[in-house]
């Protein structure tokens, strides 16, 4: 049973560039979420998506969008980076259950550097 | 959500429990306590979560005061390997999973 993966595992960009980030489900899970973690905080919750619509956002700019696919992947967009964009992204998938504790699997993450 | 304070870090060693203290004194009635740890380099790990009772699993035990104003995570003999940095959040719960605010948590380190 595969958990969750992300890709690519490292990527270096220069300010103003444009980044793509993807992120598979695990399997039978149908919600991802993703998070920025800057070096040495907690993760930071940058929105939800559900039947491929953003369900939830957090406090992140227009920069960041994202889209979920079909199949339940996702992707993260993120345009004219900033150096402070530098940080590790992580993906987590879930699967909405009803009256039910819903765990999110965290993926190992994208290391994006902004140069 | 509840804001919650935890020690940046603490020492255990090797074989005895480590007991991870967590203050969530503005805590409302229907937010539960989560428990989540990140080793490094990976993706954060979901442990426990727990209401108001005392919750064990198979990776640890939850233990949340009576007023519900703080909780302890313990690991009954931690290992080399429960090295890590250790989140504490409260939150309400949702059917699409808890779309987490992560503090700085607890960095754990176990000693040989």
């Known amino acids: 049973d595969a958990g969750v993966t992300q890709s690519p595992t490292h990527l270096i960009k220069t300010r103003g560039q444009q980044v793509t980030l993807r992120c598979s489900p695990k399997?039978?899970?149908?919600?991802v979420s993703w998070y920025q973690q800057a070096l040495g905080q907690g993760p930071q919750f940058i929105f939800q998506?559900?039947?491929?619509?953003?369900?939830q956002r957090g406090n992140f700019p227009d920069r960041f969008s994202g889209h979920q696919f079909p199949n339940y992947s996702s992707e993260l967009n993120v345009n004219a980076l900033l150096l402070g964009d530098s940080a590790l992204y992580l993906c987590?998938?879930?699967?909405?259950?009803?009256?039910?504790?819903?765990?999110?699997?965290f993926g190992p993450g994208t290391r994006l550097l902004v140069l | 959500d509840a804001k919650t304070t935890q020690p940046t870090s603490m020492d255990c060693a090797e074989g005895r429990a480590a007991n991870l203290p967590c203050n969530h004194s503005?805590?409302?009635?229907?937010?539960?306590v989560y428990w989540y740890r990140q080793i490094h380099s990976q993706g954060p790990q979901y442990i426990i979560h727990?209401?108001?009772n005392n919750e064990t699993n198979e990776m640890a035990s939850l233990i949340i005061t009576e007023d519900r104003k703080s909780s302890t995570l313990i690991l009954p003999h931690a290992t080399l390997r429960d090295t890590a940095v250790y989140y504490c959040?409260?939150?309400?719960?949702?059917?699409?999973?808890?779309?987490?605010?992560f503090g700085p948590g607890t960095r754990l380190s176990v000693l040989p």
């Open positions: 987590a998938s879930s699967l909405v259950a009803s009256g039910a504790f819903v765990t999110q699997y």
């Open positions: 399997s039978g899970h149908d919600t």
């Open positions: 998506y559900y039947e491929e619509e953003e369900r």
């Open positions: 503005t805590i409302s009635g229907n937010e539960y």
């Open positions: 727990g209401l108001k």
């Open positions: 959040i409260v939150r309400v719960p949702d059917n699409y999973g808890q779309n987490f605010v």
